[in-house]
């Protein structure tokens, strides 16, 4: 039935399905979509956690794991139990750890159960239409606020940063796919921002009421890109972007009808039928103003603290840069390219805290490191490899090691390596190609 607007009267007519209810098929179907979504957006981390907004820059880090560490006891004893592993947190940043994946049991049987109680006691309940609009107001606050999050992440490229100098001496069959896929995105900043840019809209439309079918378009596209790549290049987060996408389709459900007359069938739109929980003009209004301000809380927030990260991410610390080994002794004997396995062949300076170091037999190991550039000292704390050298720049381009390393003097001579001299970095952007720059 179509909803009326008086303007006589501060009520909004009432809503109502059909005159013979919900069928009962989707009467079950929606309570355990309510139980199962509401759940996985509560318990899993991050989703309710985004809403902190910038007080997430003063929280203790293992805040956004609260719900994790809450039940944990109940994961632990699910997984030993019923799957036989040990479903435990590990702080690596994937999303696709066993504990996620119990978390997700422990939703899905809790959600069967409460549907099948539910279904027994609330047999003359022929529909849920107010229940529905509070179910699909929070499903969407939840969409958005993640497509904010994301979006941003993109928008100012902090995600997918630009491939590390380390990374331009890895070779390419070294990479796993989801390396592979990082770097893809993160060797061209303005593609990165138009992806960001995507979701950002689509967050923010979905946080103000009037373009929330819009934004939900556009996220569900945006979202099934995401989802494929995660699954195709083995990205670890393929729970939490499959139920994203999910979210999404749920939100269109209500829509299906009209969205299929407008695009395929060439018909009108006409008035939609998805339920609201306001029943008033000025609740309506207030809530819409609610909306509004939590998605420029969100916004703001993401917004201040990713660039603070992309700051940081791009500083340049003291001695930035590919450093080749051009003389190397140890114990006062030189020891040539090719003749020890421990010697360095390359040193590469690219974040404050980190130094990473080439072989001989041309692999990367990356250990702690401090370079104080008032004292002129690289430290190494270790233990593998330990070490402190005095440095000093003859000029921009050369670098001179002196110190103990592994409890042998070692003395290094090194020269600069320009980025730049990699096509990766110096290829930039052609209209006119005569062959294609595939290698």
């Known amino acids: 039935m179509q909803t009326t607007l008086t303007t006589d009267h501060p009520r909004i007519q009432p809503e109502s399905a059909t005159d013979s209810g919900w069928q009962p098929a989707t009467r079950i179907l929606f ?54 592993v040990d479903a435990v947190v590990h702080e690596s940043g994937s999303g ?20 099948a109680v ?167 209004r207030r809530a819409t103003l609610a909306q509004a301000a939590l998605a420029l809380w969100v916004t703001l927030s993401f917004a201040v603290l990713d660039w603070h990260d992309y700051r940081e991410a791009t500083a340049r610390p003291p001695l930035y840069g590919i450093w080749v080994v051009t003389g190397y002794e140890r114990d006062g004997r030189p020891v040539p390219p090719g003749t020890d396995p421990d010697r360095w062949q390359k040193l590469i300076i690219d974040t404050a805290g980190a130094l990473t170091y080439q072989r001989a037999d041309g692999s990367l190991e990356t250990t702690e490191a401090t370079v104080d550039s008032t004292a002129h000292r690289l430290n190494l704390p270790g233990p593998d490899p330990q070490g402190t050298f005095d440095f000093r720049q003859p000029d921009p381009h050369r670098l001179e090691l002196t110190g103990r390393l592994d409890d042998h003097p070692v003395t290094m001579t090194l020269n600069w390596l320009d980025p730049n001299s990699f096509p990766q970095r110096s290829r930039g952007f052609h209209w006119i190609q005569e062959e294609p720059a595939f290698r």
């Not at 809403?51 to 109940?74: I, M, N, S, T």
């Not at 696709?96 to 809790?110: A, P, R």
């Not at 995600?159 to 069959?173: I, K």
Request: glycine letters at 8%; one cysteine or more.
């Open 31 to 84: 309570r355990f979509g309510l139980v199962y979504l509401t759940l996985f957006c509560l318990l899993y981390p991050q989703i309710t956690y985004a809403f902190a907004g910038w007080f997430q820059h003063v929280l203790p880090e293992r805040a956004v794991l609260w719900q994790l560490d809450l039940f944990a006891p109940v994961y632990r004893w699910i997984g030993r139990h019923v799957f036989g």
């Open 96 to 115: 696709d750890q066993t504990v996620f994946w119990v978390l997700l049991f422990f939703v899905l049987v809790t959600a069967l159960l409460v549907t």
């Open 118 to 284: 539910w279904s027994v006691l609330d047999r003359r309940r022929t529909e849920y239409r107010v229940l529905a609009g509070w179910f699909l107001l929070f499903v969407r606050l939840c969409l958005a606020g993640q497509l904010v999050l994301y979006g941003m992440a993109k928008a100012i490229p902090v995600q997918m940063p630009r491939p590390a100098l380390s990374t331009l001496l890895e070779p390419y069959g070294n990479f796993t796919p989801a390396a592979v896929l990082w770097s893809q995105v993160g060797s061209s900043q303005p593609y990165e921002i138009l992806l960001g840019a995507a979701e950002l809209v689509a967050g923010l439309l979905l946080f103000v009421p009037r373009t929330a079918l819009l934004g939900t378009m556009l996220g569900v596209v945006s979202l099934a890109q995401v989802f494929v790549l995660n699954l195709t290049f083995d990205v670890p987060v393929k729970v939490l972007s499959g139920h994203l996408l999910l979210l999404g389709l749920v939100l269109l459900a209500p829509e299906a009808r009209r969205l299929l007359n407008v695009l395929l069938l060439e018909g009108s739109a006409g008035p939609s039928t998805t339920p609201n929980p306001f029943r008033t003009v000025m609740s309506r």
